[in-house]
């Protein structure tokens, strides 16, 4: 079983899927804040994110002809 780490506040809703729009606000939020303390952006990187359940990977595997793990 994992353990939370101290400290550790869950504000979304939910503990394993991102919330877009609460993460384009607080990156926003934190852009200006450097870039008020001087830091300059020249560029950010995509964040991606996926959830796969268990059938879903079967599934995949079995279409592409074995399971896989």
Do not use: H, Y
């Amino acid at each position: 079983m994992l353990e939370v780490p101290k400290g550790f506040e869950q504000k979304g809703w939910s503990d394993c899927e991102i919330d877009g729009e609460r993460l384009a606000d607080d990156i926003s939020k934190s852009i200006c804040k450097l870039e008020a303390d001087g830091f300059e952006f020249v560029s950010i990187s995509n964040i991606n994110s996926a959830v796969i359940n268990l059938i879903t990977l079967i599934q995949i595997g079995q279409a592409m002809g074995g399971l896989w793990f």
